[in-house]
T-cell receptor
């Protein structure tokens, strides 16, 4: 079965602390993975995708096929990072189906 | 360049009724996907339309149906509404059938079934 698991509903850190949002997936073959973010009162938007190996707003995510993980990391959290974060996996079938995790709310305190 | 727009923003319906939700895709995007997001959960894929045809469907019953028009806008229709259909319905557009640039999401329609 194709599945995305985000084990933490809430992650609470202080400003300047490192952040790691966990994501594990279940998929046969080569996965395409994404992180989406939803800031308060805004729409869901793409944060980063693993194929581009980019860093966006200081966030990075590395695909670990051995551990079937795609954790999102940032070395120093900022208050403006507070948001809902969703890990997503492109499902098989040749079309644009995304399988989302339940999401993790990141709260960064001053 | 315009983003994805959805209407209405909020809707209250009675169990058993039918509802139509609308979506205008981002300029240049020809693929529209619909998602259902229940409270406290991630979005769940309903179906996708490409060039006016449904070319992918999630685990939703046939009473969930859709249309895509020549201008790539789309509708989601739900018949015989049930209380569990209460959710945020998200429309997302993309270019072609690849996911290189990900989706552009709309703000959603909040449907409440009473």
């Amino acid at each position: 079965a194709q599945r995305v698991t985000q084990p933490e509903k809430l992650l609470s850190v202080f400003k300047g602390a490192p952040v790691e949002l966990k994501c594990n997936y279940s998929y046969s073959g080569s996965p395409e993975l994404f992180w989406y973010v939803q800031y308060s009162r805004q729409r869901l938007q793409l944060l980063l995708r693993h194929i581009s190996r980019e860093s966006i707003k200081g966030f990075t995510a590395d695909l670990n096929k051995g551990e079937t993980s795609f954790h999102l990391k940032k070395p120093f959290a900022q208050e403006e990072d507070s948001a809902m974060y969703y890990c997503a996996l492109r499902g098989s079938g040749g079309y644009n189906k995304l399988i989302f995790g339940a999401g993790t709310r990141l709260a960064v305190h001053p | 360049e315009t983003g994805v727009t959805q209407s209405p923003t909020h809707l209250i319906k009675t169990r058993g009724q039918q509802v139509t939700l609308r979506c205008s895709s981002q300029s240049g995007h020809n693929t529209v996907s619909w998602y259902q997001q229940a409270l406290g959960q991630g979005p769940q894929f309903i179906f996708q339309y490409y060039r006016e045809e449904e070319n992918g469907r999630g685990n939703f019953p046939p009473r969930f149906s859709g249309l895509q028009f020549p201008n790539y806008s789309s509708e989601l229709n739900v018949n015989a509404l049930e209380l569990d259909d209460s959710a945020l319905y998200l429309c997302a557009s993309s270019s072609g059938t690849g996911m290189v640039y990900g989706y552009t999401f709309g703000s959603g329609t909040r449907l409440t079934v009473v």
